[in-house]
């Protein structure tokens, strides 16, 4: 059936270290965004990409990295530069209506 | 970039409507407007969008003013699980931002 797919649930990142959250959809949409929510906050927006092969910063990009190589896929890269990495991430695609269709959302922790 | 501000929580009793009011003074004229529901743990979820006047759907309605500087969702009869975290989107661009949403109780 048709969605976004997080991957994977829950992550943990020794210090120093880079990780990569994958995020896929086959909803065929040209939008895709990430979002970064700690515990009892709203959603901050680190990246989103409004086509292949383009991708903008938004409010909190730094110390993450992003691609856009193919519609279906945007994964996001949290840095060794990112120094307080722990939140739930959650990925989304926009509908041409401007609606946003969510993933699971992965779990990052820190050890 | 619209704004929206909305009260951070809300308690409400089982069989009650609800109404959550979000004012986004800002609103461009190409904007919608969409609310979100979010379980903890979970991504938002769509309930509901609408432009002007009122938008109604099996689950919720939308009532929105002649100048659009704010929209109330109207929850009818809540249950239990209607607790949620409740976010208003205003936007048409692809720089799609949340305001910090109302968290809903429902008690029983």
């Known amino acids: 059936d048709g969605g976004i797919t997080q991957s994977p649930k829950y992550l943990f990142r020794k210090e120093g270290q880079n990780v990569t959250l994958s995020c896929e959809q086959n909803l065929n949409h040209d939008a895709m965004y990430w979002y970064r929510q700690d515990p009892g906050q709203g959603l901050r927006l680190i990246y989103y990409?409004?086509?292949?092969?383009?991708?903008q910063k938004g409010d909190i990009a730094e110390g993450y990295s992003v691609s856009r190589e193919k519609k279906e896929s945007f994964p996001l890269t949290v840095t060794s530069a990112q120094k307080n990495p722990t939140a739930f991430y959650l990925c989304?695609?926009?509908?041409?209506?401007?609606?946003?269709?969510f993933g699971s959302g992965t779990q990052l922790s820190v050890l | 970039l619209a704004k929206t501000t909305q009260p951070i929580s809300m308690d409400s009793y089982e069989g009650q409507e609800v109404n959550i009011t979000c004012s986004h003074n800002n609103i461009a004229t190409n904007d919608y407007i969409t609310w979100y529901q979010q379980f903890p743990s979970q991504g938002p979820r769509f309930i509901i969008q609408?432009?002007?006047t009122k938008v109604t759907n099996e689950v919720a309605s939308l009532f929105i003013p002649a100048d659009r500087k704010s929209s109330t969702l109207s929850l009818p009869r809540v249950s239990l699980s209607d607790t949620a975290v409740y976010y208003c989107?205003?936007?048409?661009?692809?720089?799609?931002?949340f305001g910090s949403g109302t968290r809903l109780l429902v008690r029983p």
């Open positions: 609408g432009y002007k």
């Open positions: 989107q205003s936007a048409s661009s692809y720089k799609l931002i």
């Open positions: 989304a695609s926009k509908s041409p209506e401007a609606l946003l269709f």
């Open positions: 990409s409004q086509i292949v092969n383009d991708f």
